[in-house]
């Protein structure tokens, strides 16, 4: 998975390997990885507000990118 951050950075940030993917209520999600998701009970409830059911993806490998990756300027494309 490439994770591109539009603002501020305008790069790709996150490079990273999927494990599983899992997905269930959004309460048994919240149990089971609510203390490893580096997000608030809040922001999660209220992310998945008038939904049952959610997903979570397992980081099974972080791939940082050794250089920033900018879109060129037709968008076809990255550079360093």
């Known amino acids: 998975i490439v994770v591109y951050e539009s603002?501020?950075?305008g790069s790709i940030?996150?490079?990273f390997e999927i494990g599983?993917?899992?997905e269930?209520?959004?309460h048994t999600?919240?149990?089971k990885f609510g203390?490893?998701?580096g997000i608030t009970r809040e922001y999660f409830f209220d992310y998945y507000q008038k939904k049952k059911e959610g997903i979570a993806i397992?980081?099974?490998k972080f791939l940082a990118p050794k250089i920033a990756l900018t879109p060129t300027p037709s968008g076809m494309g990255?550079?360093?």
């Open 7 to 9: 603002k501020p950075r």
């Open 13 to 15: 940030s996150l490079i």
């Open 20 to 22: 599983k993917i899992y």
């Open 24 to 26: 269930d209520n959004i």
């Open 29 to 31: 999600l919240w149990e």
């Open 35 to 37: 203390k490893l998701s």
């Open 58 to 60: 397992e980081i099974k």
């Open 78 to 80: 990255y550079s360093a």
